[in-house]
């Protein structure tokens, strides 16, 4: 249920302990997003063509 709240808008992008090595599903970050989280992963670097929330 908590992620069908956070699904409408704002919306909340959460991508945890899913081993991510990098950045993926870009057309994801839209302006709409409200707060990310990728806690537990292995990303190095975040692309500049994503602007953080």
Do not use: C, Y
């Not at 090595?21 to 190095?44: C, F, P, R, T, Y």
Request: net charge negative.
């Amino acid at each position: 249920m908590a992620l069908r709240i956070t699904s409408e808008s704002p919306r909340f992008l959460v991508r945890v302990r899913i081993r991510l090595k990098s950045i993926q599903g870009e057309e994801h970050w839209k302006d709409d997003v409200a707060k990310v989280s990728l806690i537990d992963n292995d990303i190095a670097d975040i692309p500049q063509s994503i602007e953080p929330p």
